[in-house]
């Protein structure tokens, strides 16, 4: 005996159970309702919730005229019709709405040999059942990973990562789950301009200005919008607005992102076909998104500002060194300056050129430690001081390892007085044992102290320190990096004018 409790429970099961389309797990539905209620065939049609065009699983020839007569005849209706048109083998027709909270979900079709309009309601209230079921358990499946990948980008999203890798992540999968064509977030500047990045997360220009549209409303406004047909907004502007490249969108959503209270831009998603209407959840979840972004970019410019910080307190320290020295006044400067053009000549990557000029910065910090007539002694210093100021590269370690962000640091202002022959300072390191960083900053010292005056000797002219480079080359210094400073000197500072004579050698006092 067939029952329709059991088929509704079968249903929720299935539903739950499987990963099929809604149209597919019907299909096998109705299939199964022909196997257990004998001399019976079904059709069901689903309205689309975005369309809301009725879509059935059979359409064929021997379907389509029934169809269109159930559709025409259940307007209205609530309860199961006998339709007119019948098929050999089956007496009856009979076709009811499916509706979930008075709601109209779809339409049931049934072709029986005997007029049980019970069962078809029963039935009808079992797929009404399963279509909301299953229709909550995609979206909420879609939810699940919708956050998954907002949570993913997120921690893919440290302080030293920028909004263009959030943007380029989240868009990966945006497009998919907000069914939409494009996707695009615009950025304010503080002189009033903009730029944008595309839904890959490249960063470009925007030419001109935003009011005028539906972004620049938003952005002024700081509301959300969401339009259904674009073409009868008066403030849309297709140059602005039309985010998806193509000539058809017909809506968008438009969010500001809010930072402390201001608008910082607008993430504005753009759709064209049937299947791109947005519906209430899109906008949540582009507020959502959007929440995300000006979160990510708050914290970048927080981040900026401690770097800054950060970056005037090295600087402080490095004026601090060489204030204690009026002789070597602007040393740490002209090194930074030097290993920097070094730096770039060999083509180090972003983040190892940012480490080598603060270490350059604050390669003798060390120094701070180190008594002050000692470093402005005129005289041969004793070997008890000398060895007092070659204790100011450890002395530098010893002040910076506390703090975690020197850490990167301390390798080149250990090492800045080893030679590459092994004869320098304080571990006696030689070659490729020195670190790479510490090399530069050598060569860039050495130049330095060279071509400075200072109290105990004059300064060397530029041709005779680069001469002294060359000749060191290989003994002191590494030979690739000092010839290819002398390259690079030459090309972007040297004057050609000689003055001056080289006499430090024996104070043991240089840099
Ligand atoms: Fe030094």
New binding site residues.
């Given amino acids: 005996m067939f029952n329709a409790k059991d088929i509704s429970t079968e249903f929720i099961y299935r539903c739950l159970d499987s990963d099929k389309s809604t149209s597919e797990l019907l299909e096998f539905i109705t299939a199964q309702l022909s196997k257990k209620a004998k001399n019976t065939l079904w059709n069901v049609g689903v309205i689309n919730e975005n369309s809301g065009r009725l879509n059935f699983i059979k359409e064929d020839k021997f379907f389509f005229k029934l169809n269109t007569e159930a559709k025409n005849l259940l307007k209205d209706k609530d309860s199961p019709q006998i339709l007119k048109q019948k098929y050999s083998g089956y007496k009856y027709s009979i076709a009811a709405p499916i509706k979930y909270k008075k709601q109209d979900v779809g339409i049931v079709i049934c072709l029986t040999s005997k007029k049980n309009t019970n069962l078809v309601k029963k039935i009808t209230r079992a797929l009404a059942h399963f279509i909301k079921q299953h229709r909550l358990k995609k979206k909420l499946l879609e939810d699940a990973m919708l956050m998954n990948i907002i949570i993913n980008a997120n921690q893919g999203t440290s302080t030293d990562k920028n909004t263009s890798s959030l943007i380029k992540i989240l868009s990966v999968q945006l497009k998919k789950f907000l069914k939409a064509s494009g996707l695009r977030v615009y950025m304010k500047t503080k002189d009033g301009s903009s730029y944008f990045y595309d839904r890959k997360g490249n960063r470009q220009i925007f030419e001109g200005t935003l009011s005028g549209s539906i972004t620049g409303m938003v952005l002024q406004s700081k509301r959300p919008r969401m339009v259904h047909d674009v073409s009868a907004e008066e403030s849309y502007n297709k140059n602005i607005d039309d985010v998806s490249g193509s000539s058809d969108i017909k809506r968008i959503i438009a969010v500001p992102l809010v930072v402390s209270g201001e608008a910082v831009g607008v993430l504005v998603v753009s759709g064209g076909t049937d299947r791109e209407v947005f519906v209430g959840s899109d906008l949540v979840w582009a507020k959502n998104i959007a929440g995300q972004i000006a979160a990510a970019y708050e914290r970048l410019k927080l981040y900026k500002d401690i770097h800054k910080l950060f970056i005037s307190a090295v600087e402080a320290f490095a004026a601090a060194i060489d204030g204690k020295d009026p002789y070597t006044h602007g040393h740490s400067r002209r090194v930074t300056l030097y290993s920097m053009l070094l730096g770039k000549a060999l083509e180090l990557d972003k983040q190892q050129l940012e480490y080598l000029r603060l270490s350059a910065l604050l ?2 910090i060390g ?1 701070i430690a180190v008594p002050g007539y000692i470093l402005t002694k005129e005289e041969k210093l004793t070997d008890q001081e000398c060895g007092r100021l070659k204790e ?2 450890q002395r530098g370690v010893n002040i910076l390892k506390h703090i975690k962000e020197f850490g990167p640091l301390l390798g080149g202002i250990k090492h ?2 080893e030679r590459w022959d092994g004869d320098g300072y304080p571990d006696g390191l030689k070659k490729d044992k020195i670190p790479y960083l510490a090399r530069i900053i050598t060569v860039a ?1 050495a130049f330095d102290a060279m071509v400075s005056q200072r109290v105990y000797r004059k300064a060397l002219s530029e041709d005779e320190a680069l001469k002294e480079l060359e000749e060191c080359s290989g003994t002191h210094f590494d030979g690739e990096l000092a010839s290819k400073f002398i390259d690079e000197y030459k090309k972007k500072f040297y004057s050609g004018k000689s003055s001056g004579k080289f006499s430090a050698k024996s104070s043991g006092k240089e ?1």
Avoid: A, N, V
């Fill in positions: 390669h003798d120094k100011h590269p800045h007085h010292d840099s």
